[in-house]
């Protein structure tokens, strides 16, 4: 009997569309691409259901390895639609700056560590992370979809920095892509997700 499987669907973020910054087409491509993750991880999760659980199936752990992979770059990628269309602006008096001045130093120091991460050679994601079991706010850099995710934390907020994030409207000027992304962040879903929310 074939192991049971959950199917994800592709989340509407065309609402983003006419964001400051951020050209219909590169947007437009993005959401394609992510489409496809989300399709690939129903895919892969269909072919690993079909095969025997047992681990005597070399295909098995390959297609296991894959999914990570696959979902992992679905769900990062909902992780950074959710986060944007806002005005960039954090409520300065709200939990998440406190809790960021608090930990970093102040806001400032985060902001200036978040973009060096971001600015980091390679392909990845810079991400925001609470760890539940010291209570404390940390970046890093994720290399690809499913290296380097700190275990058991919680994202509060990813920036990707792969080029199909940012070539298009910016060839290689990272810099001013990052620089558009926190214009546009909508600190209010970060907000929740501190709270246990999004």
């Known amino acids: 009997m074939p192991v049971k499987t959950m199917t994800y669907?592709?989340?509407?973020?065309?609402e983003l569309i006419g964001m400051?910054?951020?050209?219909?087409?590169?947007?437009?491509?993005?959401f394609k691409l992510y489409q496809g993750y989300v399709s690939n991880t129903n895919k892969l999760q269909d072919q690993i259901a079909e095969l025997p659980q047992d681990g005597t199936d070399s295909r098995f752990a390959e297609l296991n390895r894959r999914l990570g992979f696959e979902f992992n770059g679905m769900r990062?990628?909902?992780?950074?639609?959710?986060?944007?269309?806002?005005?960039?602006?954090?409520?300065?008096?709200g939990v998440m700056s406190k809790k960021i001045s608090e930990d970093f130093g102040s806001f400032d120091n985060w902001e200036k560590s978040f973009k060096a991460v971001g600015m980091m050679r390679g392909v990845g994601?810079?991400?925001?992370?609470?760890?539940?079991?010291?209570?404390?706010?940390?970046?890093?850099?994720?290399?690809?979809?499913?290296?380097?995710?700190?275990?058991?934390?919680q994202l509060m907020l990813t920036m990707d920095v792969w080029e199909h994030a940012f070539m298009l409207d910016y060839g290689l000027n990272r810099k001013d892509y990052i620089e558009t992304f926190f214009r546009n962040i909508n600190w209010e879903t970060v907000e929740q997700r501190l709270a246990g929310g999004k």
């Open 125 to 153: 994601w810079a991400a925001l992370y609470a760890d539940p079991n010291s209570g404390r706010l940390m970046n890093f850099w994720i290399n690809e979809h499913h290296v380097s995710h700190p275990a058991g934390c």
């Open 76 to 93: 990062l990628h909902e992780f950074y639609f959710d986060a944007l269309g806002g005005d960039g602006k954090i409520n300065k008096n």
């Open 20 to 30: 400051e910054g951020f050209s219909d087409g590169l947007l437009n491509n993005h």
């Open 9 to 14: 669907q592709a989340r509407d973020f065309s």
